[in-house]
């Protein structure tokens, strides 16, 4: 009997994003999002130690005012470990660090980014109560919510 481990993080490491993929978000919604896409419609990019950027947003009298500033390396190690911290609540390994994901834009739909977004959210949560919220809760329905979105 051969033992065969399944890696689901498993995809394409690409040299440079690919043009018209949707970028991941960095948060465990997105991450779990990449998860339930499969990899057929993943692609990670290794990150560059200078293109990881955070903003800050102020409201003074005259509107919002964002300022990016350079997200340092125990930035990005509280990143992701609150990413690992979600996918574990919701029973998925953690992702490998270092790398921006990806994922392929499904072909009938003509969606852009954040409607991409919007939409998976619902589909994922329509049917959950709202206490039922919990990462754990919404695996199943996003694997299903992208199966639907996969769909030709």
Known sequence: MVNMIHDPW??????????DWIRATENGW????????????VARVRSAP??????IARLPGDGEQKKQFLLTEADLSSIDDDI????????????PRG??????????AD?????FWGAIWDATTKR???????????TGPAKEAMARFYQD
């Not at 997105?30 to 419609?41: R, S």
């Not at 690992?84 to 992702?95: C, F, V």
């Not at 959950?128 to 919404?138: N, R």
């Open 10 to 19: 498993e995809c394409t490491e690409l040299q440079e994003p690919p043009k």
């Open 50 to 55: 200078d293109d990881r950027y955070g903003s």
């Open 111 to 115: 969606l852009d980014d954040d409607t």
């Open 30 to 41: 997105g991450a779990l999002v990449v998860w339930a896409a499969g990899p057929g419609n």
């Open 128 to 138: 959950l109560p709202h206490e039922g919220l919990h990462p754990s809760m919404m």
């Open 99 to 108: 790398f921006n994901w990806f994922i392929r834009r499904p072909s009938g």
């Open 84 to 95: 690992d911290a979600y996918l574990a609540d919701a029973g998925i390994p953690p992702r």
